[in-house]
């Protein structure tokens, strides 16, 4: 198939993406609910261009086309280049006249129910230590699996604070949900097998972790920033 009829496609196919750019392009663009047809279209390019960027990990486009996608895809050259990974988020300046709003708790709920990673916060014999948890939301209450002995584990039977947030650095916006409640330990074998298949995620943190803990929210609570 020639180049020319290979850009005239109708329907190119969505293919995994390789490469540290092209999941960067494939997540970024999934998030915004963007297909690669329309991600291409904005960004004035040929779908079979994006699909070569997204499934080649060896792809090496122009300084015009990353700013180009950056643009369409709301963020910057160095979150899709991979220049801020190891940067904490929230560098940029904030914006010239930034709205802070309370968020309802229907809105608090959907942005938890996304998973991922949240902060948790949980008494030590040292003092409040706060550490990150793979976690899932199931039945409306938090869940987590880790290890006996590890520091997550110490949140059983306490009072902990779990937060999640998102950072959009190149427009100076960003929310987060905080949820206070009860942790306990999962000890029902029915439960765990139930958790187990409704987790979202294994822990990235890898390792055998077959300790479930799960929160049971008291107060939820948002808040969200927007120029």
Not at 46 to 75: D, K, N, W
Not at 133 to 143: L, P
Request: hydrophobic content about 35%; some cysteine.
């Amino acid at each position: 198939m020639t180049a020319m009829a290979e850009h005239s496609r109708t329907n190119v196919a969505e293919g995994t993406p390789l490469g540290d750019l092209g999941r960067r392009l494939a997540t970024r663009r999934t998030q915004l609910g963007l297909s690669r047809r329309e991600t291409a279209a904005r960004a004035g390019m040929a779908p079979s261009y994006l699909r070569y960027l997204e499934e080649h990990p060896g792809a090496a486009p122009g300084s015009g086309t990353l700013i180009r996608l950056a643009e369409v895809l709301q963020t910057t050259v160095n979150d899709l280049t991979g220049g801020t990974v190891n940067l904490p988020p929230g560098p940029g300046r904030a914006a010239r006249a930034p709205a802070f709003t309370e968020l309802g708790t229907d809105e608090c709920r959907s942005l938890l129910s996304s998973h991922g990673v949240g902060r948790l916060g949980v008494p030590t014999a040292s003092g409040p230590v706060i550490v990150p948890v793979n976690y899932s939301v199931v039945d409306d209450t938090i869940v987590f699996r880790t290890a006996h002995g590890t520091t997550p584990a110490l949140a059983a039977g306490c009072q902990v604070a779990f937060e999640v947030d998102h950072i959009d650095d190149a427009f100076s916006r960003g929310w987060s949900v905080l949820v206070r409640g009860h942790a306990r330990t999962v000890t029902d074998p029915e439960e765990e097998h139930r958790l187990a298949a409704r987790a979202y995620s294994t822990p990235w943190a890898g390792g055998k972790r077959n300790l479930w803990v799960r929160i049971d929210p008291y107060t939820l609570t948002g808040r969200r920033i927007i120029d």
